[in-house]
């Protein structure tokens, strides 16, 4: 007997959610590297890059306010394009968040001084991580979602702290051209590209939503704009507070110390843990259920659709998940993580743009002209192409391994579900 998933996370969940996604390890890493490449115009990445991604997102809310079933994109790509490109997109999702989910897993540990050079243990961090909050989650669909809204919430404390030093330095920020001009423009938007990933998680648990087609588009754009105004202002305090940035490895640690004295630093180096420790938590809660919509669509088997009687909650796809994770966690580092990600994320944005782009031409009965509603998602596949492009062709052809990974393993379900005596 199948039992229909309860209707639990509210508007402020999914926030959490996707701010949680959005605002993870890459707020702590990334502002480095940016003023490596822009120097005192490196905010300037984290606002293009936030208004090019600003009609990706306007096309997710669109999508959602459609749906009220999880999935997400694999979804939308399935209801308007069919059941192989729906599958294509539901996997390459469910593979970005399990190894997002590893590599970040792996990450907690080298901001822990007593795991320093001591690889083991940061294995065991992170096998402890993804275990107890793939527990958590089997557990109960709220006890995931309040562990999210902690995680969420403690992890801003920080990270808000500095970002109003910024605002106290924003009237004497003067960007300048770097001395070698705007040819870095196109990398430094490729890392802001990274650090914005995650608000396309929000509507993945829409089935389990209580109004999922008005609170899902509110918490997409919400998570959007909120991390980048707060990813502008960090990245202009820690300009003002850190004089080099470019080489500082822990910026907003080195920016904290410089604020408020050693305490700073040790407080936000607290936020790092905090803040990775909740991106493991959120992928524990939205990543199994892109594998509950590619067995509710049938392309995979249907006990990773089935709720716990008792729980509620998908347990087969949580179990699966959280054990991919696992053994990646197991042979992965954070390193290589941007380029896959950048790369297999931009398929999703440019689904989710052109499954708006059909609806749109169908309901119009035929071309839609610019001014009647493409532009908005043309704009939003121009600018996922452009960001994409500033990546490597390797990564390109890791994602397209993967995705013949998938069919294959869609193939073989297939063949065996035939071939069992019924």
Not at 82 to 87: E, I, K, R, V, Y
Not at 119 to 136: D, M, Q, R, S, W
């Amino acid at each position: 007997m199948t039992h229909p998933p309860k209707r639990l996370l509210t508007r402020f969940d999914l926030l959490c959610l996707g701010v949680n996604a959005v605002v993870g390890s890459s707020v702590f890493l990334v502002p480095g590297r940016l003023a490596g490449h822009l120097g005192s115009a490196s905010p300037l990445a984290y606002a293009l890059t936030a208004a090019l991604l600003a009609p990706v997102a306007l096309c997710f809310a669109e999508a959602a306010s459609e749906h009220d079933r999880a999935g997400g994109p694999a979804l939308y790509a399935h209801t308007e394009f069919g059941p192989d490109w729906g599958f294509a997109i539901g996997w390459l999702c469910w593979i970005t968040m399990v190894v997002s989910w590893a590599a970040v897993a792996n990450g907690i540990a080298s901001y822990l001084p007593w795991a320093t050079g001591r690889p083991e243990i940061g294995k065991t961090v992170a096998c402890l991580a993804i275990g107890g909050f793939g527990a958590l989650n089997w557990r109960g669909v709220r006890l995931g979602a309040w562990t999210t809204d902690f995680f969420t919430v403690a992890k801003l404390i920080p990270i808000a702290l500095i970002a109003l030093a910024g605002l106290h330095a924003l009237p004497a920020w003067r960007p300048e051209a770097p001395p070698e001009g705007w040819r870095p423009l196109g990398a430094a938007c490729f890392l802001a590209y990274f650090a914005y990933q995650g608000f396309e998680t929000v509507p993945v648990p829409a089935g389990e939503a209580r109004n999922p087609k008005r609170d899902v588009p509110f918490a997409v754009l919400a998570a959007l704009g909120g991390s980048a105004v707060l990813y502008i202002l960090v990245q202009v305090a820690a300009l003002s507070l850190v004089p080099g940035l470019a080489a500082s490895e822990r910026p907003l640690a080195d920016a904290a110390a410089a604020l408020m004295g050693p305490w700073g630093g040790t407080l936000v180096t607290a936020g790092a843990v905090i803040s990775m420790t909740g991106y493991v938590a959120g992928s524990a809660l939205g990543g199994p259920r892109y594998l509950v919509a590619l067995s509710e669509e049938g392309h995979l088997p249907k006990a990773l659709s089935a709720v716990h009687p008792r729980f509620g909650t998908p347990s087969a796809s949580i179990l699966w998940s959280a054990g991919a994770a696992l053994a990646a966690a197991l042979l992965l580092d954070f390193n290589g993580l941007v380029d896959f990600s950048n790369v297999v994320i931009g398929a999703q944005f440019l689904s989710t743009c052109a499954v708006v782009l059909a609806r749109r031409a169908r309901r119009a009965g035929g071309a839609v002209p610019l001014g009647s509603g493409a532009l908005v998602p043309l704009a939003g596949a121009g600018a996922t192409l452009w960001l994409g492009a500033q990546g490597g062709w390797m990564q390109v052809a890791a994602s397209a391994a993967v995705l013949a990974s998938g069919f294959g393993l869609r193939a073989g379900a297939r063949a065996y579900s035939r071939a069992r005596p019924s």
